[in-house]
């Protein structure tokens, strides 16, 4: 027996080492990377044909457009999947599938189908298809981007014809609609089940589904039906997963991927510096933001806020962890959001000698201690974290900075278990409502963006900015609701992070749209043979 | 018999309590899945109506038997939260890359140890001997994730030999994928058993019976070959069995930093949005793997060498 007992140790030490590398890996965690975007490609006419290789971090796992909205996913539904109106990369609203004409009294929009529209299947798109996606989005109950619009009825007026009537005017109704979970699908999943039908999708989209590893990569051959005259130029599309965003960039210096989807501003010069590359940097529809839990005594007091905004160099903070990518925050809205303030000089100052008036007159007049969460393996958001650290201490307020893997970090903020964090606030479409509402109304599910925000005339003007037409009253109103936030400071902006992206030179016409996804019906390879 | 027996029982314990350990272990690090899978701005509804459809509101013992049943029924682990595949599936498409990688790995390491080794031990306390040791200092102290970048930013970038990751496809293009990964790993691993063979090099080749064989006037390349290499390499072959933990942790993170998607890669992501199935899966599969072979090791020095045959094994690392 004496040989035994090495052997056991032997045998605990390897069930130790198995469960300490399970662990370890959860500590260290994904490097939490939402997927941006990036520009415009070379001049030069069109070229068909070829493969495009593009290389993202995350896999697609769901095609549901009802159910998803993770970038991961998303950016794959929406080259299957098409709505009836699209936006463009200025984020204007444009009609896609249909034309549109609107009454007078802004209750009832008639959608008119464009001639010969087909499915990728060959089948024409007809009006009862489009109810039958507009009704079955509908009645998900839980889509993470419905249709709040209060929305009566969904009407086949003819063959090509739909009509939608509203109970009350919803002016952002375009824009939700313009939503890839409002994409047009076959009536009745052409007759397969739900689940059958997401596994082997049928859409109008430039691409179609080829092969699918839903834990790995996915490819798309180009849709012969598509409605675009000569698009996509692409034969056909293969999304690589790559968990790595060096190995990204490493594969794609060695030409083994044609594009990739996100470059960390970090490495966004030595990308420009590299002449067969070509980085992509447009504007995005977030802003980077430190959120307040104002539950917590110290933050439930404005003043502190307040003291907080004015003692950050929003400036200095950007320029140190974006490298000069991103612009500088001054209201909540990014600039291609519409109504954006950015412009209007309406943030608080950065003032230090103020914030050190403005904490004297708070209820912690001597400063405090808080832990300020961030996720781990962001590297950016540990350098924001660090410079708030610094310039905290300033005014006599102590910041511990608290990293965690990004699942955990996730659960700690839905159970409002923080004092502050550095997260990212994001729009799904182009008007200001969506990113309002799940950052100011304390009654959505986000509860101001977990920060338990309420100030009664923000929420007042929210409702009215749903229901006052477009013009220069609605202009007014999302401008008061900025500088309402701007002065309350439940959250700050920090900056708006541009859309970076990575080509070959051999890649042109990559069109990033300012959600992030890029619109690879437009793309072409300049080395295809035609 | 009872060596064998003994054997298998230790087997059984070790990869019971691996599975109890993870199970447990996995939930009892926060992090929901269904909020992973749904993202953040999923409702509470959506991820509480995920998670019912999941299972993962039953209570704990009720989802470890359903855990157990499944695995003697199906000898899964059970369905993927994410794909809502099943991870023996998942996990059995991505072994022939893990694998390959572990085989490359072996293969250069062995084919850099044995000629380092036999070098440093012919030539004892001389320069060459120096040399190795110091190379043999560096790649231990080499962090695997470090040797790996550089050797992208040369091979790979520079040079353009070999492609930078992932896993290429057409003739020969899987093998020549593998060939940095593999040297990645072969740098860590290699330096053990250089130091554990040149040891018994010395050993042996200073051993009475080998003076005896060189007086008899055997040639001095048969001695090598023949006598002190075999003597020499039985030692070093149950080191290799308990280096398989270190290789398959190695080529798990090696994986993720050539992306190649094999268990390792799949494992992180598993791990990182709390997946529960496929990690237990693969934390089952490589505990398994590493007991197995740890025990054939021990059973093959067994066989081999008379002296722990007939008594206790001598502590041989």
Not at chain 1, 238 to 256: P, S
Not at chain 2, 20 to 34: K, N
Not at chain 2, 89 to 94: C, Q
Not at chain 2, 277 to 302: E, F, H, M, R, Y
Request: hydrophobic letters at 45%; glycine letters at 8%.
């Amino acid at each position: 027996m004496t040989n035994e007992r090495p052997r056991l140790r032997r045998a605990l030490a390897a069930i130790a080492a198995t469960a300490a590398i399970a662990v370890t890996l959860a500590a260290c965690g994904s490097s939490g990377s939402d997927p941006t975007n990036g520009s415009g490609g070379a001049a030069g006419e069109p070229v068909a044909g070829g493969t495009l290789v593009f290389g993202r971090t995350a896999a697609v796992n769901d095609l549901n457009l009802h159910t998803q909205i993770a970038a991961n996913n998303a950016f794959a539904i929406d080259k299957i999947f098409e709505p009836l109106v699209s936006f463009d990369e200025s984020g204007e609203i444009i009609p896609w599938l249909a034309d549109y004409a609107e009454s007078d009294d802004e209750l009832t929009y008639t959608f008119t189908l464009r001639n010969g529209l087909m499915f990728s299947d060959g089948n024409p798109v007809t009006a009862d298809d489009v109810v039958f996606s507009l009704e079955t989005h509908q009645a998900v109950a839980d889509s993470p981007l419905p249709l709040t619009a209060p929305i009566e009825s969904i009407e086949a007026a003819s063959e090509t014809e739909v009509v939608i009537t509203l109970d009350e005017p919803y002016t952002p109704f375009l824009s939700e609609l313009s939503n890839f979970s409002n994409g047009v699908l076959p009536a009745d999943f052409g007759g397969k089940s739900e689940a059958e039908f997401f596994e082997n999708p049928i859409g109008t989209g430039p691409f179609v589904l080829n092969e699918w590893d839903k834990a790995g990569d996915i490819s798309f051959t180009k849709n012969e039906n598509y409605w675009q005259e000569g698009k996509p130029y692409l034969d056909a599309l293969e999304y690589r997963y790559i968990a790595d965003d060096t190995q990204l960039r490493q594969q794609l210096a060695a030409g083994q991927l044609d594009a990739i989807d996100i470059v960390p501003a970090a490495n966004a010069a030595e990308i420009e510096a590299d002449s067969s590359l070509r980085l992509s940097q447009t504007e995005g529809w977030s802003a980077e933001q430190v959120f307040f839990n104002t539950e917590r005594a110290e933050f439930a007091d404005v003043k502190v806020r307040r003291a907080i905004a004015m003692a950050l160099d929003r400036e200095g903070i950007t320029q140190a962890t974006t490298f000069g990518t991103a612009e500088t925050a001054s209201a909540l809205l990014p600039p291609s959001i519409q109504y954006s303030a950015a412009d209007d000089d309406i943030a608080l100052p950065y003032d230090v000698a103020a914030a050190q008036a403005e904490l004297a007159g708070s209820d912690f007049p001597d400063g405090f201690e808080f832990s300020l969460m961030v996720p781990s393996g962001n590297t950016q958001r540990a350098q924001i974290a660090q410079a708030i650290q610094e310039q905290l201490s300033e005014i006599g307020i102590t910041v511990n900075i608290e990293q965690l893997e990004i699942a955990t970090f996730r659960e700690r903020f839905f159970a409002y278990d923080f004092d502050a964090m550095i997260n990212n606030g994001q729009s799904d479409a182009p008007d200001p409502n969506g990113f309002i509402t799940f950052q100011a109304d304390p009654e959505g599910f986000s509860q101001s963006y977990w920060t338990h925000y309420t100030n009664d005339t923000v929420t007042a003007l929210m409702e009215a900015g749903r229901v006052t037409p477009n013009g220069d009253e609605r202009a007014e109103i999302y401008l008061d609701i900025q500088k309402q936030l701007a002065q309350d400071a439940p959250y700050i902006p920090l900056f708006y992070p541009a859309n970076l992206k990575a080509t070959t030179s051999n890649v042109a016409g990559f069109t990033v749209l300012p959600n992030g996804s890029v619109r690879f019906a437009d793309t072409w390879r300049v080395d295809a043979s035609a | 018999m009872n060596r064998l027996l003994r054997a298998i029982s230790r087997l059984l314990v070790v990869v019971a309590g691996v599975v109890v350990a993870v199970f447990f272990l996995l939930r009892i690090v926060p992090g929901d899945p269904a909020r992973m899978i749904l993202g953040e701005r999923a409702t509470p509804e959506a991820v509480e109506q995920l998670r019912d459809q999941l299972g993962l509101n039953e209570s704990l013992s009720q989802q470890f038997a359903a855990f157990v049943a499944r695995l003697f029924t199906h000898g899964d682990t059970g369905i993927s939260l994410v794909t809502g595949e099943s991870s023996r599936g998942l996990i059995l498409e991505r072994a022939p890359i893990s694998l390959g990688l572990v085989g490359v790995s072996l293969l250069f390491a062995l084919s850099i140890a044995i000629p380092l080794a036999l070098l440093a031990a012919r030539r004892h306390n001389r320069l060459p001997d120096h040399i190795i040791r110091v190379l043999t200092n560096i790649g231990v102290g080499m962090p695997i994730v470090w040797s790996g970048v550089l050797l992208i930013a040369l091979f790979a970038v520079q040079l353009g030999w070999l492609p930078a990751g992932g896993i290429g496809k057409g003739p020969g293009e899987p093998f020549r994928s593998l060939v940095l990964p593999g040297i990645a790993v072969a740098i860590g691993l290699a330096p053990v058993l250089i130091r554990s063979l040149r040891a018994q090099l010395i050993e042996v080749q200073t051993a009475e019976w080998v003076t005896t064989l060189r007086a008899a006037g055997v040639a001095e390349w048969r001695i090598t070959w023949r006598h002190v290499l075999r003597g020499a390499a039985l030692p070093t072959l149950t080191l290799l069995g308990v280096s398989t933990a270190y290789l398959v942790g190695g080529t798990f993170v090696v994986e993720r930093v050539f992306a190649l998607n094999g268990m390792g890669t799949l494992l992180f992501d598993s791990i990182s949005t709390r997946d529960f199935p496929v990690v237990q899966g693969i934390t089952l599969l490589s505990a398994l793997a590493v007991v197995l072979i740890t025990a054939v090791a021990d059973l093959l020095g067994a066989t081999l060498d008379p002296r722990i045959r007939r008594s206790q094994p001598r502590a041989v690392s």
